[in-house]
């Protein structure tokens, strides 16, 4: 399965992951957590927090991370179930 945070961090390297982990305030396990479908969708706040977190570490690599949004974060896991049946 594959799913727009999982996507992120696999092009991001492990300074960048950890930096967005900071600065959404939780950890790198836990974005893996949630990636693989492993934890249901996170609270609006984390969610929020989450995007702003991505799109901070995109600017920082000029553009070269792509953007993950707190929509995709909230609807990843469901779509993606819903396109594996």
Do not use: I
């Not at 950890?18 to 600065?23: G, H, K, S």
């Not at 950890?27 to 609270?43: D, E, F, I």
């Amino acid at each position: 399965m594959s799913t727009p945070l999982a996507n992120w961090l696999r092009r991001a390297n492990e300074a960048q992951r950890l930096r967005a982990a900071e600065l959404a305030g939780t950890s790198v396990n836990y974005l893996y957590q949630l990636a693989g479908c492993h934890r249901s969708a996170p609270k609006a706040d984390l969610a929020f927090r989450l995007e702003d977190a991505l799109r901070t570490v995109r600017a920082e690599s000029k553009g070269k991370l792509p953007l993950v949004t707190a929509r995709d974060l909230a609807t990843m896991c469901v779509l993606a179930d819903f396109e594996a049946e």
